[in-house]
């Protein structure tokens, strides 16, 4: 295969994907209506399900046109191909306005999937350093190890304090580590911390900072298109209200969740307009 068939066959996938993203996110946002009542784990589990789908169709699809599958036969977009009221002048002139521009294209997007995947990386370093340079607190760690047990989390889990931060994140891609702003572990009281440290563990024992980095890779590759992000925002905020639960079960305390989260805002707020 030379290097122009590929391109080809990759920019054809590429065309394909954005209506076969589309048909995924309308059955998404059917699945999210009749689910809106529901846990907030079952529309979890379907928006992860259905951001999977956007990057696994083009993917076979890809894979079959390289193997010469009923996709590849003619390497042009199926949409190209199924496109009724055509003719086969009209039908020509678009395929061949595809075929002259498709280098372009493909061009185009290996060149803003690279810079938004040396953006991860390059995000992955800063966490990795992170965990590494910046100080940790004593205290705050055996009280995060303490924890970390009584959530039933086996796997060590670091605590870092960070300055330059303006609230609690999990992160890493094979330990967890927990970054801390100093603002918040010099200034909010300690058992409103606590409640924040226990969202953050809730995070870690579901594995949610290992999914957000297959979303990340996901958002990469697809970025181009607005379902994959509307998909991975709904997955952010019901991920956000299952850590709550949970947080908020093991506190036994909902109040003391909703106290620190409404603190840890005015803090984000005051900091913000100074």
Known sequence: MTGQELIGHVGATLLDSVWQCALIGLEAACAMIGLRKARPQARYAVGCVHLLLCLLWPVVELAARLHGGAAGASGAPVLVQ??????????????????????????????????????????????????????????????????????????????????????????????????????????????????????????????????????????????YHPVVWWLSHRIRAERELIADDIAARQLGEPRRLALALSELERLQFSTHHL
């Open 82 to 223: 199924m496109l009724p009221g055509v003719g086969d002048a009209g039908n020509r002139g678009l395929q061949g306005f595809l075929q002259a521009h498709i280098s372009w294209l493909v061009a185009g997007w290996a060149a803003c999937a690279a810079a938004l995947g040396l953006r991860l990386a390059l995000g992955l370093v800063w966490v990795g350093r992170v965990a590494r340079v910046h100080r940790s607190d004593a205290h705050w760690n055996a009280k995060l190890a303490t924890m970390a047990t009584q959530f039933g989390i086996t796997r060590a889990v670091r605590l870092r304090v960070v300055d330059a931060l303006a609230s609690p994140v999990t992160a890493g891609w094979w330990r967890p580590v927990v970054l801390v702003p100093a603002s918040l572990v010099s200034g909010m009281p300690p058992q409103l911390l606590e409640a924040l440290l226990a969202h953050e563990l809730a995070h870690v024992r579901r594995f949610d900072y290992l999914v957000n980095l297959v979303q990340s890779v996901i958002e990469t590759v697809l970025f």
